[in-house]
Structures are given as C-alpha cells and as structure tokens.
C-alpha cells in the first residue's frame, strides 16, 4: 500500500510538472526503482504512465506542426518511428545491472539539459542564424539521434529537440512546440509498443501511474501561472539533482 501511495504522488507531481515545465521523468523513475522494480522495467514502466500527456500535447499543438528547413514531416515521422523503435530496442538489450550504473548519468545529463535548457536553445538560434540551414542528411541524423535517445531514456527529450529544431532553422515557437510533441508522441508510442512486446511494462503500475501524472497533468496546468517560472526551473533541477546523487549513493 505504500509503494502505491508513492507511485501515485510521484506520478501526480510528475504530470503536473511536465503541464508547466517537464522534468517528469526525475521522479517516475526512481520512484519506481525505490519500490522494488527493476531498471529497466521501471524505465519502460514510466515512459508507459507519461504517454498520455505527450499524444494530449501532440494533439493540442496539431495545426502549429511544421517541418523544420531540410526536413519534410512524412520523414520527420519515419525518422521518429525508427529512432524510438531502435531506443527501446537498445533498452531491452541493456542488463539491469549496467543500466543502474547508467541511471545517474542520464539523471544528470537531463538535469543539465533542463538547467540550461534556455542558454541551449539561445545558442541553436545564434548557430542557425550564423550559419546557413544544415543538409538534409545532417537533419535527419540529427533527428534520428534524438529520437534513439527518446525511446531509451525520455529524461530531457524536449529541451533536445528543442535546441535540434533551432539548429536546423526553425524559429516559430509554436511551430517547435508542434513538431517537438508530434516526435515525442510517436517514438514514445512506438517505444511501448516495443517494451509491451518485450514483457518489461508492468501494467499495474504504469496505468495507476498513468491516472495520477493524468490528474497531475490538468490541474497543474491551472497552477502553473501562479508560480514564478524560475521557481519552477530551480525546483525541478533540485530534484534531478537529488535524485542523481540517491542513485550515486546507491551505486
């Protein structure tokens, strides 16, 4: 009964935080490591609970979606389908030992990304004005390294395609959002879809999860205007960053 009790207040603050700022995935994940499951299955587990709200931002941002300069948005959904199927792949194909060695470096990797998230994006816009629009083959190997990291840890996803978008010359902030959620819903689905077929979700905890980060998700959207934003950006890396250190300390 106290496992659920934590899953769900995780999973409800998780919800909320991703409606306002993201960072989500800092507390779905550990806390489902913290109650007994195992790495992998609890990283599967958690990119299963936070599907929803990546297809219910997908859909509200569905007449700003644009395809960046060099991309056309039928490869922009291939290539998202590909890189999430071969993430999850990769996924299945880690132990649980080498992957909780590996847990805190990504922790901290996205923590960072989040951190300076902002200074990232003002840099992808300075490149692209610079510069001029990489190829179409640099695009799409951007695009599909992004899209393998999503669909083997989702920690970061959208400050990284964020800054991509910039650097391949896209500067509507709709538009990003647009896109940005469009490839964080498809490779997430496909990345179930793979870790279902793999036997490494369980079901019980994803859908109670699923109902909170849901729940969490509506009224943290009323909230958010409430709360400074750098009030947010402060807490949540905070928690990235205990949460990385638990893991550390751990070993």
């Known amino acids: 009964m106290a496992d659920i009790a934590i899953l769900l207040a995780a999973a409800f603050v998780a919800g909320a935080l991703n409606a306002v700022a993201g960072g989500g995935s800092f507390l779905t994940l550990p806390a489902l490591i913290f109650t007994g499951v195992p790495p992998v299955v ?17 859909w509200g941002f569905k007449d700003d979606m644009q395809a960046p300069p060099g991309l056309s948005m039928k490869a922009i959904i291939v290539i998202a ?12 194909f880690t132990p649980d030992a080498t992957f ?3 847990v805190p470096w990504l922790l901290l990797a996205a923590t960072a990304m989040f951190a300076f998230g902002p200074q990232l994006r003002a840099w992808a816009s300075k490149g692209n004005a ?14 599909l390294a992004v899209s393998i990291y999503g669909g083997y840890f989702n920690g970061g996803l959208g400050i990284l395609l964020l800054a991509l978008l910039g650097l391949l010359g896209q500067t509507n902030l709709n538009a990003m959002n647009g896109t940005k ?5 498809l490779l997430t689905a496909i990345a ?29 959207a009323r909230l958010a205007r409430k709360i400074p934003a750098n009030w947010l950006r402060g807490g949540i890396v905070a928690t ?6 638990l893991f550390f300390w751990k070993g």
Do not use: F
């Not at 936070?50 to 997908?58: I, M, N, R, V």
């Not at 959620?181 to 819903?185: D, E, F, G, I």
């Not at 990235?240 to 250190?245: H, I, N, P, S």
């Open 42 to 58: 609890a990283n599967a587990t958690g990119t299963v609970a936070l599907l929803p709200g990546y297809a219910a931002g997908a």
């Open 81 to 92: 389908l590909i890189g999430g199927a071969a993430g999850a792949a990769l996924l299945l």
């Open 100 to 102: 909780r060695k590996i």
């Open 130 to 143: 610079a510069h001029a629009a990489p190829s179409a083959s640099k695009a799409a190997l951007g695009m």
């Open 181 to 185: 959620n469009l490839v964080s819903a």
């Open 192 to 220: 179930v879809g793979i870790y279902a077929a793999g036997g490494v979700v369980q079901w019980k905890q994803a859908l109670i999860m699923m109902v909170a980060a849901t729940l969490g998700g509506y009224l943290g």
């Open 240 to 245: 990235g960053l205990v949460m990385a250190g």
